[in-house]
């Protein structure tokens, strides 16, 4: 499985948003390999247009959900602090992500370029898209 952030989502959503994105979402859709958490649905829902709520709520309510509970956001402050002892201070809502990510030891798939940092200090495996969809095996050790 692999967690999709909000990035890409709302990367895909643009009229004139990357194909590349476009195509790897759909891919990681038709294979039943996108998830989802609550921090990336506020921030996909919260900054939906009128017109496409009720579409985009039809829309993610098939697609698996990962909750964020109460130990995640401890996980995500040992994160934060991990990340600033290296000298990166990255938005408290990525860093909640990439905590439930860690958690439950899947891929993320991000195009904000702070997450490849957080990969090498901390160990997320990002998802790169391709054929079968990759991570890179250094960074799962």
Not at 8 to 28: F, H, N, P, T, Y
Not at 30 to 58: F, H, I, K, M, N
Not at 63 to 75: L, T
Not at 87 to 107: K, Y
């Amino acid at each position: 499985m692999v967690l999709v952030d909000s990035s890409v989502w709302i990367e895909s959503l643009r009229r004139k948003g990357r194909l590349d994105v476009k195509v790897a979402l759909e891919g990681l859709l038709e294979a039943y390999e996108a998830q989802w958490c609550s921090p990336v649905r506020l921030e996909v829902l919260g900054g939906a247009r009128l017109d496409e709520r009720r579409r985009l709520g039809l829309h993610f309510s098939v697609i698996p959900y990962r909750v964020c509970g109460e130990k995640d956001w401890d996980n995500a402050v040992s994160l934060a602090w991990k990340l600033r002892d290296r000298g990166l201070t990255i938005p408290w809502n990525d860093v909640l992500i990439a905590a439930i990510a860690l958690r439950d030891d899947v891929r993320l798939y991000a195009i904000d370029a702070h997450f490849e940092a957080v990969a090498e200090i901390a160990g997320l495996k990002l998802y790169e898209p391709g054929v079968g969809g990759t991570f890179r095996p250094e960074m799962a050790e």
